[in-house]
């Protein structure tokens, strides 16, 4: 189950992330809060922000080249 909720946290996440650093208006000052939205989980279910952060704070951690070919 802890592997589970670890999973899914790190699909949104790593969404949330992507979010951040694509958007092309305004990005997100240092302390404001991100705007709630809902991704696909692992399992095919949603997993909404809101639902996470109710839990605890959530850690955005990127690492650009993960998912490219360089």
């Given amino acids: ?8 946290r790190a699909t949104v996440v790593g969404a949330l992330a992507g979010l951040l650093f694509s958007a092309p208006a305004h990005a ?3 302390g404001q ?23 605890g704070p ?3 951690y990127t690492f650009v080249q993960a998912f490219t070919g360089t």
Avoid at 1 to 8: H, P
Avoid at 37 to 52: H, T
């Fill in 1 to 8: 189950m802890l592997t589970r909720s670890l999973a899914l």
């Fill in 28 to 30: 997100l000052e240092v």
């Fill in 58 to 60: 959530v850690v955005i």
């Fill in 33 to 55: 809060k991100a705007p709630d939205f809902a991704l696909p989980g692992p399992d095919g279910k949603p997993v909404k922000l809101a639902d996470l952060t109710a839990k």
